[in-house]
T-cell receptor, first 109, second 114 residues
Framework: GQNIDQPTEMTATEGAIVQINCTYQ??????LFWYQQHAGEAPTFLSYNVLDGLEEKGRFSSFLSRSKGYSYLLLKELQMKDSASYLC??????????WGAGTKLIIKP | ETGVTQTPRHLVMGMTNKKSLKCEQHLGHNAMYWYKQSAKKPLELMFVYNFKEQTENNSVPSRFSPECPNSSHLFLHLHTLQPEDSALYLC?????????????FGEGSWLTVV
């Protein structure tokens, strides 16, 4: 079956770095997405990886290893506003998104 | 502002009521989606419309009925719902259905069935 695994909750300190991992098993692969969702708000797009390697966008970076079925989202210089849930989703061969349950990130001062 | 607008934002309905959720996208996209989001569970894809044609219905109970009159508007008609249907219902859109097309979500409609 198709599956996404990511930690349920993580805690980090303001100003620090945190890495949120995601492993996936899908029938075929057409890329991996990361979304951020603040409580009570819409999920918003952060990144899309389809090739192996690291993509950097300001304080956020996303990494993909297709051979390992693994991705991570790296957040640097954490700010209180980064407290949110982070959703990992892999696209299968039918272009269907398989979603993880999300990682709730708590930032402490 | 994501370009996808949902109304109402909050809805409380009884099990015998009939109500509708509305979604409008201002992004010029061709594909629209309804998702259900329950606490601590992955997003559940309910329906997909591509160029106004329904392309996916993921075994959703018939008490949920979608309607897509044009590429910009999507409705979810609700009737005789159950308490377990209480959740956040998210509308989304994308340019197409193939790889790399980012999905943009609306703010969601919080539904409580009493």
């Amino acid at each position: 079956g198709q599956n996404i695994d990511q930690p349920t909750e993580m805690t980090a300190t303001e100003g620090a770095i945190v890495q949120i991992n995601c492993t996936y098993q899908t029938s075929g692969f057409n890329g991996l997405f990361w979304y951020q969702q603040h409580a009570g708000e819409a999920p918003t797009f952060l990144s899309y990886n389809v090739l192996d390697g690291l993509e950097e966008k300001g304080r956020f970076s996303s990494f993909l290893s297709r051979s390992k079925g693994y991705s991570y989202l790296l957040l640097k210089e954490l700010q209180m506003k980064d407290s949110a849930s982070y959703l990992c989703a892999a696209m299968d061969s039918n272009y269907q998104l398989i979603w993880g349950a999300g990682t709730k990130l708590i930032i402490k001062p | 502002e994501t370009g996808v607008t949902q109304t109402p934002r909050h809805l409380v309905m009884g099990m015998t009521n009939k109500k509708s959720l509305k979604c409008e996208q201002h992004l010029g996209h061709n594909a629209m989606y309804w998702y259900k989001q329950s606490a601590k569970k992955p997003l559940e894809l309910m329906f997909v419309y591509n160029f106004k044609e329904q392309t996916e219905n993921n075994s959703v109970p018939s008490r949920f009925s979608p309607e897509c009159p044009n590429s910009s508007h999507l409705f979810l008609h609700l009737h005789t719902l159950q308490p377990e249907d209480s959740a956040l219902y998210l509308c989304a859109s994308s340019q197409g259905r193939d790889g790399g097309n980012t999905i943009y979500f609306g703010e969601g409609s919080w539904l409580t069935v009493v």
